[in-house]
């Protein structure tokens, strides 16, 4: 019904930079909010950066100032990750609150498939 792809990922230095970016499709009549998660080795799923659909933007403490969510359609949402770290490692999840035509009174969230992000020297 609802499909996100993320891309993006890959190996970068510390200090260095990456955008995410994830694109929806399928039976979605619209999309509430979109966001972020990452999850790292033997750790939990944790947010990272959430966007409304009227662009109010929240970021974990540990990426404030570093990172940016933001969406240029309605369907698609980046992360512009800066001064990356090695604690940023993770694989990065995308999410979307979805409203889909075939129900429109309720909100369903759904998740891409991830993609790896490294930074390692």
């Known amino acids: 019904q609802v499909q996100l792809v993320e891309s993006g990922g890959g190996l970068v230095q510390p200090g260095g930079s990456l955008r995410l970016s994830c694109a929806a499709s399928?039976?979605?009549?619209?999309?509430?909010?979109m966001a972020w998660y990452r999850q790292a080795p033997g750790k939990q799923r944790e947010l990272v950066a959430s966007i409304t659909s009227g662009g109010i933007s929240n970021y974990v403490d540990s990426v404030k100032g570093r990172f940016t969510i933001s969406r240029d359609n309605a369907r698609t949402v980046y992360l512009q990750m800066n001064s990356l770290k090695p604690e940023d490692t993770a694989v990065y999840y995308c999410k979307a609150n979805v409203r889909i035509w075939s129900s429109l009174t309720s909100l369903t969230d759904y998740w891409g498939q991830g993609t790896q992000v490294t930074v390692s020297s």
């Open positions: 399928g039976s979605i009549a619209s999309i509430n909010s």
